[in-house]
Nanobody, 127 residues
Framework: QVQLVESGGGLVQPGGSLRLSCAAS????????IGWFRQAPGKEREGVSC??????????YYADSVKGRFTISRDNFKNTVYLQMNSLKPEDTAVYFC??????????????????WGQGTQVTVSS
């Protein structure tokens, strides 16, 4: 069973940057589809980005709201997936989660396609 732990959240001013980490214990992450999600107070969980498994060449996908500002990547040696967030906006404020799921889906930004979740890390964008 995969266990995921997020880190790297914090308070940042608008226009700033943060890098979130999703470290895994258990199976090697490169064989899994990994997604980043976020949930703001009073809102539904939203898919932000996904990186496919090595079976699908580690292709990356982004929600329109973050395209061009966020970058997902994977360090196979460290068994960690990162989410680099640049040009942050107040509307990016949320708890960010990483997740993985079973099955042969190449990519998904739907939380229903993910079975294992980290505990989340808070990102606050405010001046």
């Amino acid at each position: 069973q995969v266990q995921l732990v997020e880190s790297g959240g914090g308070l940042v001013q608008p226009g700033g940057s943060l890098r979130l980490s999703c470290a895994a214990s258990g199976p090697t992450l490169r064989y899994y589809r990994i997604g980043w999600f976020r949930q703001a107070p009073g809102k539904e969980r939203e898919g932000v980005s996904c990186i496919s498994s090595s079976s699908y060449d580690g292709s990356t996908y982004y929600a329109d709201s973050v395209k061009g500002r966020f970058t997902i990547s994977r360090d196979n040696f460290k068994n960690t997936v990162y989410l680099q967030m640049n040009s942050l906006k107040p509307e990016d404020t949320a708890v960010y989660f990483c997740a993985t799921g079973s099955g042969g889906i190449e990519w998904s930004l739907s939380s229903h396609d993910y079975n294992y979740w980290g505990q989340g890390t808070q990102v606050t964008v405010s001046s």
